[in-house]
């Protein structure tokens, strides 16, 4: 639940997740990656336009999908 507030706080400020952008630079698409992690079309739009956030679960699965470390599908909180 604290999760989530802390989520939705952020929300429109900057994006959480980069999977829009690393379906794209594999030349993926969101149908694809919704039929390989048994998520709904409209479920992995919400993920890629950072409307909603996926669990820690479905990253791990997305990652494991993708062949990426799971820290790929995040934007760093740390200015560098």
């Known amino acids: ?6 989520m939705s706080k952020f929300k429109d ?11 794209k630079e594999q030349g993926r698409t969101q149908t694809w990656l ?6 709904s079309y409209v479920v992995v739009t919400n993920y890629c336009n950072n409307n909603t956030q996926p669990s820690i679960q479905v ?9 990426i470390d799971i820290r790929e599908l995040l934007v760093s909180t740390k200015d560098n």
């Open 1 to 6: 639940m604290y999760l989530c507030a802390l």
């Open 13 to 23: 400020s900057k994006p959480m997740n980069r999977i829009k952008k690393v379906l």
């Open 34 to 39: 919704a039929e390989k992690i048994g998520k």
């Open 59 to 67: 990253l791990t699965d997305i990652s494991q999908v993708l062949d």
